[in-house]
């Protein structure tokens, strides 16, 4: 009987490949070639869209609309997939963070006042908490 699993070692190869190409979108950010890592980094997610990076790639998608084009809504759009799609992830406090950043920018105050305030609620520990505390107290 032949099997129809691949061999062990192609996963490897596969996560290897994962991880360069996040490593070649993040360059892009690096080299403040923002419209290009966002397609970068949405090509990344389309083949990787369970991956480890998949919501780290999210958030420079919405760092790259804010910085490179202004694209606040755009940015918005992203962090909010990020947080739909990996409630778990580590970077949810830095995601709710600049949502309210967007949301502020999009002249939103009132949705950025609950997004700051479910930080500070669901992450109060977290550095992205700190920073959140200071917005929030601008708003008021």
Do not use: C
Request: glycine share 4%; aromatic share 8%.
């Amino acid at each position: 009987m032949v099997s129809t699993l691949p061999p062990a070692s192609t996963a490897k190869p596969d996560a290897e490949a994962e991880a360069k190409a996040y490593e070649v979108a993040h360059a892009l950010i690096k080299a403040g070639k923002y419209k290009e890592a966002i397609g970068a980094f949405q090509d990344f997610v389309s083949q990787y869209p369970s991956g480890p990076l998949a919501a780290n790639a999210l958030y420079w998608i919405g760092i790259s609309q804010v910085t490179g084009l202004s694209d606040f809504k755009g940015a918005a759009d992203s962090y909010q997939r990020l947080l739909k799609d990996f409630p778990a992830s580590p970077k949810v406090p830095d995601a709710l963070l600049s949502l309210a950043r967007a949301q502020i920018l999009l002249e939103d105050k009132d949705s950025a006042q609950l997004t700051l305030n479910r930080l500070l609620a669901k992450h109060p520990t977290s550095k992205a908490a700190e920073n959140g505390k200071k917005l929030l107290a601008t708003l008021n």
